[in-house]
Structure formats: C-alpha cells, structure tokens
C-alpha cells in the first residue's frame, strides 16, 4: 500500500474522529446534559458538572491535539501537492481562527482555573457560541473539502486511485 494514501487516511480519520468528538460532545452538553440537569438541586448539578468535566477534559484536551496535528498535515499536504487558490487559502485562514476560539471555549468550559470560573458560570450561553462556532468549522471544511484544489504542482504524488502502471500507460512509458 502506498504510504502517501496510507497517511493521508489515517490523517484523515484523525481530524474526522476528533471532530465528530468535540463538536458532537459540545452540541450533547449544550442540547441534552445541560436541560437534562436544570431540575436537579444546586449541590447536585454542580457535583454533575464537576464529574462531567473532569472526564470531558481529557477527551477535549485529545481532540484539540489530535485537530491540530492532523489539520496541519492535511493543510500542508495540499499546500505542496497544489497551486491552491486564494479563497482555499483565505477559508483555511477563517477556518484556524475559528478553531482557536472553539478551542479556547472548549478548554475553559472543561478546564477548572479560577481565572476561567467566569465561562463556566454560564456555560449555556458559552456552549451555544461553541457549538455555533464548531458547526461553523464544519461547514467550512465541507465547501474546502468540495472546492477546486487548483492546479497540480510537478512534485505531487500520484493519485491512490492511480497506479504507476496506469501513470506509464497514459504517457506511453509503459512496456
């Protein structure tokens, strides 16, 4: 199997997984937990959410580094396969702004400073900006996902869905 489709799939499900967790944990808080939890007595609902986010924190802290890590290879992956046009580029732009605040409202929803006490007070109204903002980020990903790459640079690999045999026998190298 070639190694260039291997990495770009499994980088691909790594950005894919990641934010299916943080945006499908953030809408659950915001449309379920959140409601779900209003009835309970004060005790109780802060004894909940200290338990929620204490095991919410790890799974964001992963998601946001698995987001980063994968986003950047599969940024710099077109980046060198690709003469990209300037509106890829500039959504790619909105799209890393948007992700540090959806990451930034993420951590200090599910983090426990002091300093950030003041987003969890009221985590409804934090929430809906984050799942607003995530939502957002989706979109995005889907019109840059669909939208013309640009030309082919020389140095870019052949397509998976291309062997090197097809490659030879379309410009006539093949024996």
């Known amino acids: 199997m070639?190694?260039?489709f291997l990495g770009a799939v499994v980088f691909r499900w790594m950005h894919i997984l990641a934010a299916i967790t943080a945006v499908g944990g953030a809408i659950f808080m915001r449309v379920a937990l959140l409601p779900a939890a209003a009835w309970l007595p004060e005790k109780e609902?802060?004894?909940?959410a200290e338990e929620v986010r204490s095991q919410w924190a790890k799974w964001v802290m992963a998601a946001i580094a698995f987001l980063l890590i994968s986003g950047f290879y599969n940024f710099l992956r077109y980046q060198f396969s690709y003469h990209l046009p300037a509106a890829y580029q500039m959504l790619f732009?909105?799209?890393f702004l948007l992700a540090l605040a959806v990451f930034f409202l993420?951590?200090?929803l599910s983090g426990r400073s002091e300093s950030t006490e003041f987003f969890r007070r009221d985590a409804r109204q934090w929430l809906t900006l984050n799942v607003v903002l995530?939502?957002?980020l989706v979109c995005i990903s889907g019109v840059m996902r669909n939208m013309d790459h640009g030309t082919a640079k020389e140095n870019k690999p052949v397509q998976p869905a291309q062997?090197?045999?097809a490659t030879e026998l379309e410009s006539g190298r093949a024996t």
């Open 2 to 4: 070639d190694l260039d």
């Open 45 to 48: 609902r802060e004894r909940l």
């Open 93 to 95: 732009g909105i799209k």
């Open 106 to 108: 993420a951590s200090v």
């Open 134 to 136: 995530a939502v957002t």
């Open 163 to 165: 062997s090197a045999h």
